[in-house]
């Protein structure tokens, strides 16, 4: 039975060399082959062509594994497995053998038992040899291989060519390919939020598209979950939900590896959630997170910014840690947990997946090779997303940190507020303050508010960023990049501090600071800000006024009483009422169905 096949860069989805193979000069790549000159050599003790050993045994009945290669030529072919020890790599090749004359055709070799991270080496030994891939499997009865059917759950909202071009890819690997294991086993729900999918293109037996309410991610994908529940009444089959954004770039073999873990867990895990690391789709090799904690609030992105084309990272990714939640960029769990009474909660978006992880979640499986590519976080900067903040936040901190009660939230308020006020962003102040009033107003009120029209309402109420050569400041590379490095420390900070961060002296001039990594620096006596971003070369214009920022900090002191009076009670109330907002029937008349 395959455990993983071993994958090529594509042009379409990534085309980093070495998450895929090592390679010397005397190897070269060619589509999805490699040719060799004798001495050539291929490693495959990378991101995507290695195995988690300790996990695969660790979470499933793996037996012992075997490797299959489509060579021609003749090959020294050694395997091996690496672990990290502390600072060190320790290696050790478990088998070794040679191959002659062997005219393009399969050979299988069996891993010794090993443990850590396993791979296969090649070393080509006569002038012409060639290796064309190949797989890792292993030796299972079929009474030990669950059943398994995924369903997957896609929310999108004006994304159409991200979900023409995954559907696509799933089509054609998947659902229209009887040589794949997933063959039958899956099927795609896609809620539109934005009514822009062309359904009757899409739709087949296997993709099915609903038309849905624009109340956020966190409706979507309830959407998703609501009709996978629902089939499943008229045709029981589908034994696991997949959410995925809809902005995301998907290799199909991720689907496949999700499955096969899937079909091997052992009884003690039947209940996992298997997660997907996210990549950074303008840098493929770096990962943003893979598996994250959520702190009451502070959230930690975990094994963040390591460069998965290094052997030392991938060893470390393997390394496993305190996880709380799996955002849903690739999310994959037991419908047993997706019950009529067990939805999530109505936040529109940002702390959907947060919150629900908390809830449900006990283990969350991480392996090599299982990921997503996805627009890195600092790129997707929004100024809405302010009123969402502390409102999402304090919600979660309700349900599941009773202990976080008005005086840490009231010392997070002021945090926020000051920062933005420093920034001369004093529309995310009111966003802020908004989102907190919201909260504090119960949920009664969640229960009976129109997230599309707040929605609207916020978007409006935020800055909107521009192209640069519509704004009334000039913009200068340089001075942006030198933004970026500016930092004070010392004497010179305490000075700056001293004085408001410069409210309390005039203004020199105007400056450039990067729109989601400004620091108070950036606006230390600055007139105007022309807040950048280098992805979309957009930005917008915030201006020092310290008659609003006298404003934004009276509307912080008067929320800090609000909060004073009410935040406990409020808390509370989530704790004790949030059912009526996690179940079908209430989702149903949410979402107008």
């Given at each position: 039975?395959?455990?993983?096949?071993?994958?090529?860069?594509r042009?379409?989805?990534?085309?980093?060399?070495?998450?895929?193979?090592?390679?010397?000069?005397?190897?070269?790549?060619?589509?999805?082959?490699?040719?060799?000159?004798?001495?050539?050599?291929?490693?495959?003790?990378?991101?995507?062509?290695?195995?988690?050993?300790?996990?695969?045994?660790?979470?499933?009945?793996?037996?012992?594994?075997?490797?299959?290669?489509?060579?021609?030529?003749?090959?020294?072919?050694?395997?091996?497995?690496?672990?990290?020890?502390h600072?060190?790599?320790n290696?050790?090749?478990v088998l070794?053998?040679?191959?002659?004359?062997?005219?393009?055709?399969?050979?299988?070799l069996?891993?010794?038992?090993?443990?850590?991270?396993?791979?296969?080496?090649?070393?080509?030994?006569?002038?012409?040899?060639?290796?064309?891939?190949?797989?890792?499997?292993?030796?299972?009865?079929?009474?030990?291989?669950?059943?398994?059917?995924?369903?997957?759950?896609?929310?999108?909202?004006?994304?159409?060519?991200?979900?023409?071009?995954?559907?696509?890819?799933?089509?054609?690997?998947?659902?229209?390919?009887?040589?794949?294991?997933?063959?039958?086993?899956?099927?795609?729900?896609?809620?539109?939020?934005g009514?822009?999918?062309?359904?009757?293109?899409?739709?087949?037996?296997?993709?099915?598209?609903?038309?849905?309410?624009?109340?956020?991610?966190?409706?979507?994908?309830?959407?998703?979950?609501?009709?996978?529940?629902?089939m499943?009444?008229?045709?029981?089959?589908?034994?696991?939900?997949?959410?995925?954004?809809?902005?995301?770039?998907?290799?199909?073999?991720?689907?496949?590896?999700?499955?096969?873990?899937?079909?091997?867990?052992?009884?003690?895990?039947?209940?996992?959630?298997?997660?997907?690391?996210?990549?950074?789709?303008?840098?493929?090799?770096?990962?943003?997170?893979?598996?994250?904690?959520?702190?009451?609030?502070?959230?930690?992105?975990?094994?963040?910014?390591?460069?998965?084309?290094?052997?030392?990272?991938?060893?470390?990714?393997?390394?496993?840690?305190?996880?709380e939640?799996?955002?849903?960029?690739?999310?994959?769990?037991?419908?047993?947990?997706?019950?009529?009474?067990?939805?999530?909660?109505?936040?529109?978006?940002?702390?959907?997946?947060?919150?629900?992880?908390?809830?449900?979640?006990?283990?969350?499986?991480?392996?090599?090779?299982?990921?997503?590519?996805?627009?890195?976080?600092e790129?997707?900067?929004?100024?809405?997303?302010?009123?969402?903040?502390?409102?999402?936040?304090?919600?979660?901190?309700?349900?599941?940190?009773?202990?976080?009660?008005?005086?840490?939230?009231?010392?997070?308020?002021?945090?926020?507020?000051?920062?933005e006020?420093?920034?001369?962003?004093?529309?995310?102040?009111?966003?802020?303050?908004?989102?907190?009033?919201?909260?504090?107003?119960?949920?009664?009120?969640?229960?009976?508010?129109?997230?599309?029209?707040?929605?609207?309402?916020?978007?409006?109420g935020?800055?909107?960023?521009?192209?640069?050569?519509?704004?009334?400041?000039?913009?200068?590379?340089?001075?942006?990049?030198?933004?970026?490095?500016?930092?004070?420390?010392?004497?010179?900070?305490?000075?700056?501090?001293?004085?408001?961060?410069?409210?309390?002296?005039?203004?020199?001039?105007?400056?450039?600071?990067?729109?989601?990594?400004?620091?108070?620096?950036?606006?230390?006596?600055?007139?105007?800000?022309?807040?950048?971003?280098?992805?979309?070369?957009?930005?917008?214009?915030?201006?020092?006024?310290?008659?609003?920022?006298?404003?934004?900090?009276?509307?912080?002191?008067?929320?800090?009483l609000?909060?004073?009076?009410?935040?406990?009670?409020?808390?509370?109330?989530?704790?004790?009422?949030?059912?009526?907002?996690?179940?079908?029937?209430?989702?149903?008349?949410?979402?107008?169905l």
């Amino acid at each position: 039975m395959i455990l993983q096949n071993i994958l090529w860069p594509r042009t379409d989805i990534c085309m980093k060399e070495e998450l895929y193979f090592r390679t010397n000069k005397k190897a070269v790549r060619v589509g999805e082959e490699i040719r060799f000159t004798r001495g050539g050599c291929v490693s495959g003790d990378t991101y995507f062509n290695s195995v988690s050993v300790d996990k695969w045994k660790k979470y499933t009945t793996m037996g012992k594994i075997s490797l299959t290669l489509t060579l021609k030529g003749d090959f020294a072919i050694r395997l091996g497995y690496k672990k990290k020890v502390h600072d060190k790599i320790n290696e050790s090749i478990v088998l070794e053998s040679c191959i002659h004359n062997v005219g393009l055709q399969s050979v299988r070799l069996d891993f010794p038992e090993c443990n850590g991270m396993a791979f296969f080496y090649l070393e080509a030994l006569s002038v012409d040899g060639i290796f064309k891939g190949g797989s890792y499997s292993v030796e299972a009865s079929q009474a030990n291989v669950r059943d398994v059917r995924i369903g997957a759950a896609i929310c999108t909202y004006r994304r159409e060519k991200f979900v023409e071009r995954n559907l696509e890819a799933i089509r054609k690997a998947i659902l229209e390919n009887p040589n794949s294991e997933l063959y039958g086993n899956l099927e795609v729900f896609v809620a539109d939020n934005g009514h822009t999918l062309d359904a009757d293109k899409l739709t087949n037996e296997k993709i099915h598209i609903f038309t849905n309410k624009n109340a956020g991610g966190a409706a979507g994908f309830t959407r998703g979950m609501i009709e996978i529940i629902e089939m499943n009444k008229q045709r029981a089959g589908i034994t696991h939900i997949l959410v995925m954004d809809d902005d995301i770039i998907l290799d199909p073999e991720v689907l496949f590896r999700t499955y096969r873990i899937l079909t091997m867990l052992k009884e003690e895990y039947v209940d996992a959630f298997i997660g997907g690391a996210m990549m950074r789709s303008d840098v493929g090799n770096i990962q943003t997170e893979s598996g994250a904690s959520w702190n009451a609030g502070k959230l930690e992105s975990l094994k963040q910014n390591m460069d998965m084309s290094q052997v030392d990272a991938c060893l470390y990714n393997e390394v496993e840690e305190y996880t709380e939640y799996n955002a849903w960029w690739y999310c994959c769990f037991p419908i047993s947990v997706a019950r009529e009474d067990n939805l999530p909660m109505p936040v529109f978006i940002r702390g959907d997946d947060v919150e629900y992880g908390l809830r449900n979640m006990k283990t969350l499986i991480l392996m090599n090779g299982i990921c997503v590519w996805h627009e890195t976080f600092e790129n997707k900067y929004s100024s809405s997303l302010f009123y969402y903040i502390l409102r999402n936040q304090f919600i979660d901190n309700a349900l599941h940190f009773p202990e976080y009660g008005k005086k840490e939230a009231i010392k997070e308020v002021r945090g926020w507020i000051v920062r933005e006020i420093l920034y001369y962003r004093y529309k995310n102040v009111d966003l802020l303050v908004r989102g907190v009033r919201d909260f504090l107003k119960g949920i009664d009120w969640l229960k009976t508010s129109d997230g599309e029209k707040i929605n609207q309402d916020v978007m409006a109420g935020g800055y909107k960023a521009q192209p640069i050569e519509k704004l009334p400041l000039p913009f200068h590379y340089p001075e942006y990049e030198k933004s970026l490095k500016e930092r004070d420390s010392g004497l010179r900070r305490l000075l700056r501090l001293a004085c408001g961060n410069g409210y309390l002296l005039w203004a020199k001039s105007d400056n450039i600071a990067p729109m989601s990594k400004i620091c108070p620096y950036n606006a230390y006596r600055a007139k105007r800000i022309l807040n950048y971003d280098v992805t979309t070369q957009k930005g917008f214009i915030t201006e020092r006024s310290r008659k609003e920022a006298i404003r934004c900090l009276k509307e912080m002191l008067k929320l800090s009483l609000e909060m004073a009076r009410n935040y406990d009670h409020i808390a509370e109330e989530y704790r004790n009422r949030c059912k009526e907002v996690q179940n079908i029937s209430f989702w149903k008349k949410y979402l107008d169905l």
